[in-house]
């Protein structure tokens, strides 16, 4: 069966301090991992997509990197408005199916 | 461009009372889904429509139905709600396959009471 764990399940950082959330994830055949962020009250927005191992991908403050076995996204620098839940979800090629994590909330103080 | 746009906002229901969630979306996306999210668990996939005329059960379809109006329409139905479905729904759209990136709108809050 797939699984995507998120850790922590919730991340507090002063503005300024770099920090990473790791997504772990057992699948059959990756066809992709994905990244999304939430907001309160709001459905996911999609962030990265990464396909194969070693790859990476930015975006202003975010880096979201892959491995065979986790993947993580790293915040450089947070700002306050970076605050929000992040949602790792899984692809399976085998099975066609999505699978997502719970989600890691963020909270960066001014 | 208004994307995946889903009505009501919120909705609250008595055990046994039926409706329908609407979603539409502007983007000329073939696949469109119903997800719930509840706490604590990830996103659920209840259906998913891969284009025009088909739809197909997802993880958790009990209790649901969904019907793919045009290419532009997915909604969701509950026949007979119950306090189990107290959740918050999203609807979603891809340009093709579900390995690539979804929209989402912005969610439907219900209680079943």
């Known amino acids: 069966e797939d699984q995507v764990t998120q850790s922590p399940e919730a991340l507090r950082l002063q503005e300024g301090e770099s920090s990473s959330l790791n997504c772990s994830y057992t699948?059959?055949?990756?066809?992709?991992l994905f990244w999304y962020r939430q907001d309160p009250g709001k459905g996911p927005e999609f962030l990265f997509t990464?396909?194969?191992a070693g790859e990476e991908k930015e975006k202003e403050r975010l880096k979201a990197t892959l491995t065979k076995k986790e993947s993580f996204l790293h915040i450089t620098a947070p700002k306050p408005e970076d605050s929000a839940t992040y949602l790792c979800?899984?692809?399976?090629?085998?099975?066609?199916?999505?699978?997502f994590g719970k989600g890691i909330t963020l909270s960066v103080r001014p | 461009n208004a994307g995946v746009t889903q009505t009501p906002k919120f909705q609250v229901l008595k055990t046994g009372q039926s409706m329908t969630l609407q979603c539409a979306q502007d983007m000329n996306h073939n696949s469109m889904y119903w997800y719930r999210q509840d706490p604590g668990m990830g996103l659920r996939l209840i259906y998913y429509s891969a284009s025009e005329g088909t739809t197909d059960k997802g993880e958790v379809p009990n209790g649901y139905n969904v019907s793919r109006l045009n290419k532009r329409e997915f909604s969701l139905r509950l026949e007979s709600a119950a306090p189990s479905q107290t959740s918050v729904y999203f609807c979603a759209s891809s340009g093709g396959q579900m390995n690539e990136k979804l929209f989402f709108g912005s969610g439907t809050q219900l209680s079943v009471l």
């Open positions: 990464l396909y194969s």
């Open positions: 979800a899984v692809y399976s090629g085998a099975n066609s199916k999505l699978t």
């Open positions: 699948v059959s055949g990756l066809r992709g």
